[in-house]
């Protein structure tokens, strides 16, 4: 979760360019800036992927930050769908058809989850403190 798709040219090059150290990536990986995670607890499973890369290929998986947010802080449904669409045309996401489902009693396209998985991203996404009695609709 630390790393974005758009992070993926970042990784290979670490992996692969002896050249770039650790403070490198972590230099990179602050002037992308988007994630802003402490990479320091990763540094040994970083070294280890990276001197075993044969074998091991570290991928940036998650969609980058600003777009996740920026869908967790949707206010209509309608919102939600057209950055859906967006994020697919950019090749981020697949087809919708292929990541939603049906909500059985409101009929609307949503994404397959549940809602504790929900629940917790939208919370480090939008800043809202998970404890609170405040549930994001």
Do not use: W
Request: glycine residues 6%.
């Amino acid at each position: 979760e630390h790393f974005s798709v758009d992070m993926q040219s970042l990784l290979h090059r670490y992996q692969i360019d002896q050249s770039i150290n650790y403070d490198d990536l972590v230099s990179s990986y602050k002037e992308i800036g988007t994630e802003g995670h402490d990479l320091n607890p990763y540094k040994d499973i970083l070294e280890y992927c990276r001197n075993n890369s044969e074998r091991i290929e570290v991928h940036g998986g998650f969609l980058p930050r600003p777009m996740a947010s920026s869908y967790m802080k949707a206010q209509s449904y309608e919102e939600r769908m057209e950055l859906l669409a967006d994020y697919s045309k950019k090749g981020y996401l697949p087809e919708q058809e292929h990541m939603l489902i049906t909500n059985t009693t409101t009929q609307e396209k949503e994404l397959y989850g549940s809602d504790s998985h929900f629940n917790l991203f939208e919370s480090l996404l939008s800043g809202r403190d998970i404890y609170s009695n405040e549930i994001h609709e």
